[in-house]
């Protein structure tokens, strides 16, 4: 008879007693070495317990989203806990750098959480240290509405006034044609989401903030790892705008639980970013550093006293967005199999594309389409429901045979409770928002697209099964 979880854990655990009885005895062993005793058991226990999925049976219930981990997360974050520094520490360094170098970006930020990501991103631009350029109450931030909320809820915590354009299908990012037509004077910065791991057009919109002067934000959440030929250059998405951002939520490209980055070329805005995230501090020590300056208590700031502590000392309105060491442990870890996983899902995107199409699946569904000049590491596979196939029938029947479906997020997010009183007060005259167009796309998607997910854990087997539901749920 299979023994519960809970034994397992409780036998687990009195194993693991005994070895620390016979720690204790042996005096002769070092902090260094019972630490290491303790990881090598940590390793055993998630081998025998996390180990790969059980094979896959049709019918099985399919996630969009999973994580994919081993033995190596468990340690680095046993090795963490075992510090007990909790706060950022050297993992959050050692993260930092490694991702910077997989980027090939001069900075990264590590944050709480992707949308931490996104508020610290726009909160940047509202620094008095960027001068002109700096993004006040009334200025506008052109995007879009067919995507995530967090995308665009900073800028109207901040009082900017967001400028939806519609998107392209089947591409699903910003029409590229709308951006002039957006542009007014009070137009600061393009704040947009590469799809699903598509790229959006960044030839066509940097080339427009070049040409205005406006700041542009890349939210690589659901893309990282994503490439877009810019300049006759392969780029990652995320570093050729002035700003990217990353998510490491479970369901995203890699996962540290909770987590996210801020990552930029240009040391002004590094600057600003790391005094928001940490508390709005113009002192720049890290966590449990005193002094690096040497001027901790000689300087004139504001008007405070002469020589008042730097390390209280407030250039701006910040926040606490840091993430813990024990989530940076997890994601050394993970960027160490990220490759891997790109390359996972690039094949997932092939593999059940060419399932569809050889299924029939096109009869009743636009397929998606990687955007020109772009290699995109796939989020999900979206689809379009064609002329005459209700999405809703559609999507009940993949549900209903195990396979797990999302709609592309928002859909129109001017269409959500949280726009009601905005829209109640744009009626009475005021100017929360503005939109292009009628955002003829933007509303389709909202009616008839859905997608299924792409995760490195996605077997050929679990693929198949896919495609063939799919393919049915659009003949029924």
């Not at 809970?6 to 042996?26: A, F, H, L, N, P």
């Not at 094949?347 to 955007?371: D, S």
């Not at 167009?437 to 198949?464: C, H, Q």
Request: hydrophobic share 35%.
């Amino acid at each position: 008879m299979p023994r519960k979880a809970s034994q397992i854990v409780w036998e687990y655990g009195i194993r693991s007693t005994s070895k620390y009885k016979e720690m204790e005895k042996d005096n002769s062993m070092s902090e260094k070495e019972a630490r290491q005793q303790i990881l090598d058991m940590v390793a055993e226990y998630a081998r025998n317990y996390h180990g790969a999925d059980k094979p896959y049976v049709a019918g099985d219930r399919i996630p969009y989203a999973s994580r994919v981990y081993d033995e190596h997360e468990m340690v680095n974050l046993v090795d963490s806990a075992l510090e007990f520094w909790l706060t950022a520490g050297r993992y959050t360094d050692q993260f930092e750098k490694e991702f910077a170098q997989y980027l090939d970006v001069r900075f990264v930020s590590l944050v709480n959480s992707g949308s931490s990501a996104n508020l610290l991103a726009l909160a940047t631009l509202t620094s008095p240290l960027l001068g002109e350029r700096q993004l006040r109450r009334g200025d506008e931030v052109i995007t879009v509405a067919a995507g995530f909320p967090t995308t665009v809820t900073p800028a109207i915590q901040y009082g900017c006034v967001p400028v939806f354009l519609d998107v392209t299908i089947p591409e699903y990012n910003i029409d590229v044609t709308q951006l002039e037509a957006a542009l007014s004077e009070k137009t600061k910065a393009v704040m947009i989401a590469h799809t699903l791991g598509n790229p959006f057009d960044l030839t066509a919109v940097r080339a427009f903030c070049d040409k205005h002067n406006l700041w542009l934000i890349e939210d690589n959440c659901d893309a990282l790892g994503s490439v877009y030929k810019y300049n006759g250059e392969e780029r990652l998405t995320g570093t050729i705008g002035d700003i990217g951002t990353s998510s490491f939520y479970p369901p995203h490209h890699m996962t540290m639980g909770e987590g996210g980055a801020v990552y930029t070329n240009n040391a002004l805005l590094n600057r600003i970013i790391r005094s928001m995230r940490d508390w709005g501090r113009d002192c720049m020590c890290a966590p449990g550093q005193d002094n690096l300056c040497g001027h901790r208590f000689d300087g004139q700031y504001g008007e405070l006293p002469k020589g008042y502590d730097h390390k209280y000392v407030y250039s701006h309105f910040g926040y606490n967005l840091k993430a813990t060491d024990m989530q940076a442990a997890v994601g050394c870890a993970q960027l160490e199999k990220f490759p891997s996983f790109v390359e996972r899902r690039k094949y997932n995107f092939k593999y059940l594309q060419e399932k569809l199409i050889a299924a029939g699946a096109e009869e009743g569904l636009i397929l998606p389409r990687a955007t020109e000049n772009s290699d995109p590491s796939w989020f999900g596979f979206l689809m379009t429901c064609k002329e005459g196939i209700d999405r809703e029938q559609v999507v009940r029947y993949i549900e209903g045979h195990g396979v797990q479906t999302r709609m592309l997020f928002a859909g129109n997010l001017t269409k959500h409770p949280c726009f009601d009183q905005m829209r109640a007060e744009q009626a009475a005259g005021a100017v929360c928002y503005r939109v292009i167009g009628d955002l003829a796309n933007t509303e389709r998607i909202m009616k008839d697209s859905f997608w299924v997910g792409l995760y490195p854990g996605m077997t050929d087997a679990k693929l198949d099964y896919m495609a063939q539901v799919i393919a049915e749920a659009v003949r029924q």
